[in-house]
Nanobody, 127 residues
Framework: QVQLVESGGGLVQPGGSMTLSCVGSGRILVNYGIGWFRQAPGKEREGVSF????????HYADSVKGRFTISRDNFKNTVFLQMNTLTPEDTAIYYC????????????????????WGQGTQVTVSS
């Protein structure tokens, strides 16, 4: 049982940057694989990025590869998503999620693989 709280969202201009935070409580996040997901109005939830429990493995959606970076601070029990060169297509509610276990056959960007979810934070990219 882990609780997740996202923060850092808001309004940003195209080409700008923003960093989201996901703070865990109840359990330490090093025990979980952590994913960032987003959902825009009328669209399905999309996996954005994944960080393994060990911190050594990452995955990124093609749409954000090279622009977004996932990382964690174990002492602060926080996972970050640094987002650069933002475009209006990045506008969505962003969620962090924790997975108890992801085996080698799991898709780490598949939201059905995750057990715990934060409430989401809105990111709006607009002029």
């Amino acid at each position: 049982q882990v609780q997740l709280v996202e923060s850092g969202g808001g309004l940003v201009q195209p080409g700008g940057s923003m960093t989201l935070s996901c703070v865990g409580s109840g359990r330490i996040l090093v025990n979980y694989g952590i994913g960032w997901f987003r959902q825009a109005p009328g669209k399905e939830r999309e996996g954005v990025s994944f960080l393994s429990a060990s911190g050594g493995g990452t995955h990124y959606a093609d749409s954000v590869k090279g622009r977004f970076t996932i990382s964690r601070d174990n002492f602060k029990n926080t996972v970050f998503l640094q987002m650069n060169t933002l475009t209006p297509e990045d506008t969505a509610i962003y969620y962090c999620a924790a997975a108890e276990r992801l085996n080698s056959y799991s898709n780490p960007l598949d939201h059905t693989e995750y057990d715990y979810w934060g409430q989401g934070t809105q990111v709006t990219v607009s002029s």
